[in-house]
DNA sequence: TGTATGACCCTGA
DNA sequence: CTCAGGGCCATAC
């Protein structure tokens, strides 16, 4: 573990912690917001070790076009959609619905 | 020291 | 909508 590679930890938690309740960003948003663009894996990546003392809104975090990014099998699946609803995040088949969402640019940016 | 694998993204066909 | 292909790169084995 290089120092680097911490300090890119940090400012991705950091970042995901800056979005607002009832909000969302894409990964590559908030790797762009963390100064990391183009490194939307690493995001992943920093959810996935994250200390759970963080408490970080990891569910506000959705691949692009607002798909949720585990498998709807799976139990993170319906996690992330159970706090996303308790926040009036309205969703369809695993997908947010952007009239639900408060404008992210770069995230609906695809008209 | 290589190869494989991901809580990913984007463009083009 | 799907699929392919290129980018990205920390970890695991």
């Given at each position: 573990m290089t120092q680097y590679s911490h300090q890119s930890l940090q400012a991705i938690w950091k970042a995901v912690r800056a979005i607002p309740p009832g909000q969302v960003s894409?990964?590559?948003n908030v790797a762009k917001r963390a100064g990391l663009p183009g490194r939307a894996r690493l995001v992943g990546h920093a959810l996935k070790v994250a200390p759970t003392e963080l408490d970080l809104p990891w569910h506000r975090v959705v691949a692009a076009g607002g798909r949720i990014a585990f498998p709807q099998t799976s139990r993170q699946f319906?996690?992330?959609?159970?706090?996303?609803?308790?926040?009036?995040?309205?969703?369809?088949?695993?997908?947010?619905?952007?009239?639900?969402v408060t404008m992210d640019e770069l995230l609906w940016k695809r008209r």
């Open positions: 894409s990964y590559g319906a996690e992330q959609r159970r706090r996303l609803r308790s926040e009036g995040v309205q969703l369809t088949r695993g997908r947010v619905v952007n009239e639900a």
